[in-house]
């Protein structure tokens, strides 16, 4: 079956990637050193993701997928590796980001997304979904194994509710093809880190996340039940933003106040735990949503608001309970 010869193609290339930075990343300067920001302590090659785009990359020359996916996503990856070798500046990579989005609707075109909404409402609000899921699933790129298991399930969920409506197989066969090479990572990656993905594969797997749940449905309904596969990495950067705000902190400087590292290094626990942790809570809300979009709008709203709430309750607690403990910087 030609899904599975995909998937195996991508899952080498997943972990050639990994292990070709390895060996090469340390002669590229694509090294990540610790500070106080890291949640590891020792010098780690990163861009491991290259293997990622990679498999993507192969997967729709040899199946004709449109280059004005995959083309600009290829961009998006170039340009975090880029970023892995020397830091851009926030507002080019910005820029880069909202441009390369634009061409993937354009490209899609009828109109430009979901059939209720006006062409031009429908270009701005997708333009910002799409370069801000990316920036949110960079930023959970934070303790190993985090970001490769929140593809994996992600794109799994994803692969299920096309397969459950019906959507475009091409869109199967990307969804399963980037869970294979995600597969093919996280050895390299998880439980202990030989590479991280670094910004070219984190930004690169949050932009073509959703640009296919952009693309690949008519309504919003179907578009906000996609996301929602990503709930905890909006989740978790929005309830961080937040707590940030009300502790006075400066939004634009680096931190590490994000839930999954708070658990990490304040709280004391394995990396391990905490993403496997993510990942199992991430499926039990795929499939709620899942269940609960079958009764419309309304009551995929209502379960999204309870859910957050609980998450952000949750968070709070954590954040408090984690002020009061001496910082710890386990890996």
């Known amino acids: 079956m030609n899904w599975l010869f995909y998937s195996l193609l991508s899952m080498c290339w997943g972990a050639f990637g990994a292990w070709i930075v390895i060996k090469l990343g340390g002669s590229y300067g694509l090294m990540d050193l610790p500070g106080y920001r890291s949640s590891h302590r020792r010098?780690?090659?990163?861009?491991?993701?290259?293997?990622?785009?990679?498999?993507?990359?192969?997967?729709?020359?040899?199946?004709?997928?449109?280059?004005?996916?995959?083309?600009?996503?290829?961009?998006?990856?170039l340009i975090g590796l880029v970023d892995d070798r020397m830091e851009l500046s926030k507002s080019k990579r910005l820029l880069m980001q909202l441009g390369c989005a634009i061409v993937v609707l354009l490209g899609?075109?009828?109109?430009f997304g979901p059939a209720a909404?006006?062409?031009?409402?429908?270009?701005?609000?997708?333009?910002?979904?799409i370069a801000g899921t990316a920036n949110f699933f960079n930023f959970m790129d934070g303790i190993n194994g985090?970001?490769?298991i929140s593809a994996a399930v992600g794109f799994s969920l994803l692969a299920v509710y096309g397969v459950l409506k019906g959507v475009t197989a091409t869109f199967i066969l990307i969804d399963l093809c980037i869970v294979a090479a995600c597969i093919g990572f996280l050895p390299f990656n998880f439980p202990h880190a030989k590479v991280f993905m670094g910004d070219t594969g984190s930004v690169f797997l949050g932009f073509l996340f959703a640009a296919i749940a952009w693309q690949s449905n008519a309504t919003f309904l179907g578009v906000a039940t996609c996301a929602s596969f990503f709930f905890l990495i909006y989740a978790d950067a929005a309830t961080t933003f937040g707590i940030r705000i009300v502790e006075g902190d400066r939004i634009m400087v680096a931190h590490r106040r994000h839930l999954y590292q708070v658990l990490v290094n304040e709280l004391g626990l394995p990396h391990w735990k905490v993403s496997v942790g993510y990942g199992i809570i991430q499926v039990l809300i795929g499939a709620i949503v899942i269940a609960l979009q079958n009764l419309g709008m309304a009551a995929l709203v209502a379960g999204i608001m309870v859910i957050g709430l609980l998450f952000v309750a949750t968070s709070v607690i954590l954040h408090h309970r984690a002020d009061r403990v001496p910082s710890s910087d386990s890996l």
């Open 43 to 77: 010098p780690t090659p990163k861009g491991g993701g290259v293997g990622i785009v990679c498999a993507f990359v192969l997967v729709s020359l040899l199946n004709a997928i449109p280059i004005t996916l995959w083309g600009p996503a290829s961009i998006i990856s």
């Open 146 to 148: 985090i970001a490769g």
């Open 117 to 129: 909404l006006p062409p031009l409402l429908s270009i701005i609000m997708g333009t910002l979904f």
């Open 108 to 111: 899609a075109s009828p109109l």
